[in-house]
Structure formats: C-alpha cells, structure tokens
C-alpha cells in the first residue's frame, strides 16, 4: 500500500437532489481512508518483522488454545468497557459492585487497578506486539491469574505465557495458510486501539448494550492514565504530546494528541455504522471526563446501571 498524494472527483450526477450531502460523504469517506491507509503503512513498516517473528513463535502455543471462532458470551446483553483513563477512578469502587452482573472487557493496561480493586474482568485483551524491552518489564511485573485473556497471534511471545484459565487468539486475515492450518476464522473487524478492539469484540459477540468507561482520550491536567493503571507495562508516552484540542465530555474543551483524535474519530464512524446495521445496538460512554465522542450516548455509569 502507498500513499496517494492526489485524488480527483468525478461527480457524474452533480444535479442530484442529495447531490451536497452525498459530496461531502465522499469526502469524508476519502479523508479517514487516506488517514487509515497512511496509518497502516506506518504501522507496518515499524513492526511487520517483529509480528512476522512473533507469529511464528506462538504458532505451538496457538495450537493449545482456542481460536475466537470458538468463543461466545451467553446470557447478558451488557458489557462495560473498561479503560485506564484518568476518570476511570470516579466510578472503580461502583464497577466492583456490579461485577457479577455485566460482561467486564479490559485492555491489559486496565487489570492492575481493577486487581486492585477487588474486580475481575471476564475477558482481558492484549493486541499490542509491544517492544521486548516492554516485554521484559512484564515478565517482571506479571499480572495475577486472568480468568479468560484474548490476544492477537502478533504479540509479543511472554504473553502467551501469562497465567490464564483460558487464552483466546485471533489473527488478522492476511494469513490464510495459517487460518487453514488451524482451521480458524479470521478477525473479523480491524481497530486502532485495543479499546476499540474491545468494542469490536463485544459488537460481534452480539452484546446489544456497550458502555465506556475510562476512555478519556485526553489528559487531565498531566496524567494519562488513573493511579495505579498500566503498572505492567512501561512505555506510556509523555504529556507534552496532548496538543489537539477537542470537546469535553463535561462541555468545554480538552487536549488530546494526534492518535487519541484519531481514535475518537474512528468511534464515531463506528457509532455511525451501527445505527445503521443494528438499531438495537447501544453505545454508551460513562467515562464522565476526557473527550466527547459523537454518536454515543453519555451518561453517568449510575445512570446506566439504573436503566439496565
């Protein structure tokens, strides 16, 4: 994939009743597209070897765990998604209350405060291939037994010796041979973030009422993440970095960074989609702090905790 430097627009019904609004959604659609593209090429090109080795080494390891085709959730139309954010320390003693009653999916980042607290997340993600300088800090900073950890087969190898109950993997389709070695099913979405990715896993385990929690997406003040989060892992960048600023999930504005403001965009597109795929999916933020993010219901997490 290479970056295109130029595109043209032909609009072969310019006279069209719908004609501005269906413009601008090329436009659109050709802005994030180019976005994402250059994204990707990016991201490739700093870590394709690294996956391409990774791969390789957790395939043994892949053979004794499950594969996300083989994975589903029954009996609750609720999950809570729960990020490391600042705001995430407003509503951690209310989670614990209601742990035994919601589906609770959290990034790695996530589980040392939620430890901390008494809570136990069903499904933990890891889709980060993370530098073995990180991965070395891990190994000295384990994480207790995880119940249930999901992990793309591109990350790094220490995490496929965390000690979990049950590891689920899933691997992007651009490996065909390996899928039919295994007789898996590929990812079946792409996302930027392991957050996003944690929603995606929730939207196609068909879980109907999603709710955000921690997503701040922005800093407060000069934190990034709540006290006590991301204690395993080490590289969590530097506040002089939130320079964008972007609305409020209180109103006003807040400072983000150029992949934060990405990530809100590609919610937004996501929220987006699915009122039109699936009215009866419902995306909740109950981060209360950090960034507004169109297209989602905000909300107190008392208030949705109620209405559920």
């Known amino acids: 994939r290479t970056r295109a430097r130029h595109i043209t627009k032909l609009y072969c019904d310019p006279f069209h009743k719908n004609g501005i609004k269906i413009r601008q959604d090329i436009d659109n659609a050709v802005k994030f597209g180019r976005k ?3 994204i990707n090429v990016n991201t490739n090109a700093a870590f394709s070897r690294s996956w391409a080795s990774n791969i390789l080494k957790n395939m043994p390891k892949m053979a ?3 594969n996300f085709c083989n994975f589903k959730v029954s009996n609750t139309d609720d999950a809570i998604v729960v990020a490391p954010g600042p705001s995430l320390e407003k509503n951690i003693d209310l989670l614990a209350t209601i742990q035994d009653n919601i589906f609770i999916i959290a990034p790695l980042r996530s589980l040392q405060i939620l430890e901390h607290h008494g809570i136990r997340p069903d499904l933990v993600v890891q889709v980060d291939a993370l530098s073995d300088e990180d991965a070395r800090y891990l190994v000295e900073h384990k994480p207790k037994k995880v119940t249930n950890l999901f992990l793309e087969a591109t990350v790094n190898p220490v995490f496929f010796d965390l000690d979990a109950e049950n590891i689920i993997w899933s691997l992007i389709q651009e490996f065909p041979d390996i899928h039919e070695l295994y007789q898996s099913v590929p990812t079946p ?7 996003i990715f944690c929603t995606r896993i929730c939207l196609a385990l068909n879980i109907k009422n ?3 929690l921690g997503q701040d997406l922005a800093i407060d003040g000069d934190r990034m993440y709540a006290d006590g989060a991301t204690s395993n892992l080490k590289n969590i960048g530097h ?3 939130f320079d964008i600023a972007v609305p409020g999930f209180w109103g006003g504005e807040v400072k983000t960074r150029q992949d934060y403001a990405f990530y809100i965009e590609q919610y937004e ?8 795929i699936d009215p009866l999916i419902n995306l909740f933020n109950a981060t209360e ?7 989602l219901k905000h909300i107190r997490l008392i208030d949705f905790i109620e209405s559920r």
């Open 239 to 241: 506040a002089k970095d």
């Open 289 to 295: 702090g950090g960034a507004y993010i169109n297209g």
């Open 64 to 66: 004794n765990a499950y």
């Open 189 to 195: 979405f792409k996302a930027p973030s392991v957050a």
């Open 36 to 38: 994402d593209a250059q």
């Open 210 to 212: 999603i709710c955000l």
């Open 269 to 276: 597109l996501l929220a987006e989609q699915y009122s039109e």
